[in-house]
T-cell receptor, first 117, second 111 residues
Framework: GAVVSQHPSWVICKSGTSVKIECRSL??????MFWYRQFPKQSLMLMAT?????????EQGVEKDKFLINHASLTLSTLTVTSAHPEDSSFYIC?????????????FGEGSWLTVV | GEDVEQSLFLSVREGDSSVINCTYT??????LYWYKQEPGAGLQLLTY?????DMKQDQRLTVLLNKKDKHLSLRIADTQTGDSAIYFC???????????FGTGTRLKVLA
């Protein structure tokens, strides 16, 4: 199946700093990428949808100035958590899709653990 | 709004069959999916079913869809310890890639 890779897998940052997480589609061109947040033992919460070359669409309640999303190419999207605080600590997962893929399917990255201290 | 619900826990003995259930509310759902998540990892697509199908089988996995009752199930035959994970069902509608995920079912396989 299609491969989506995230980097870094783990990151610890100090409160008040910014941290960037990358999401890459390795073997297909991702016209659309998604960013999810998952708290421990909970389901995935969609944060935003990004289409290559355009601004991301954020879900209600997600601060777009805090969670900056860039989808500059068909294989890369980045999520930057700005001025991170301990409550931003979470598991962030990206996913990607291309309309050419069968079954309206999206493929997920391995996830990135963010710990803000 | 759309809602997808699952039972939180399931425990089975190795070699038995596991059945994980999911109910959804969106009648316009076009595709329904099952994903597996191992601890600290991303989601792995196991299988999906189109809404005009009743059943799909893929090796040890059998998906049953009752569209009238909006009920989806995943049966894992001959469950192994490596199947221990969280299983999420998800649905989306044609023309959109917005997935609605269930709460996840934590499957524990006892040796």
């Amino acid at each position: 199946g299609a491969v989506v890779s995230q980097h870094p897998s783990w990151v610890i940052c100090k409160s008040g700093t910014s941290v960037k997480i990358e999401c890459r589609s390795l073997d297909f061109q991702a016209t659309t990428m998604f960013w999810y947040r998952q708290f421990p033992k909970q389901s995935l919460m969609l944060m935003a949808t990004s289409n290559e070359g355009s601004k991301a669409t954020y879900e209600q309640g997600v601060e777009k100035d805090k969670f900056l999303i860039n989808h500059a190419s068909l294989t890369l999207s980045t999520l930057t958590v700005t001025s991170a605080h301990p409550e931003d600590s979470s598991f962030y997962i990206c996913s990607a899709t291309n309309r050419g893929l069968s079954g309206n399917t999206i493929y997920f990255g391995e996830g990135s653990w963010l710990t803000v201290v | 709004g759309e809602d997808v619900e699952q039972s939180l826990f399931l425990s089975v003995r190795e070699g038995d069959s596991s059945v994980i259930n999911c109910t959804y509310t969106d009648s316009s759902s076009t595709y329904l999916y099952w994903y597996k998540q191992e601890p600290g990892a991303g989601l792995q697509l196991l299988t999906y079913i189109f809404s005009n199908m009743d059943m799909k089988q893929d090796q040890r996995l059998t998906v049953l869809l009752n569209k009238k009752d909006k009920h989806l199930s995943l049966r894992i035959a001959d469950t192994q310890t490596g199947d221990s994970a969280i299983y999420f069902c998800a649905e989306n509608s044609s023309g959109t890639y917005k997935y609605i995920f269930g709460t996840g079912t934590r499957l524990k396989v006892l040796a």
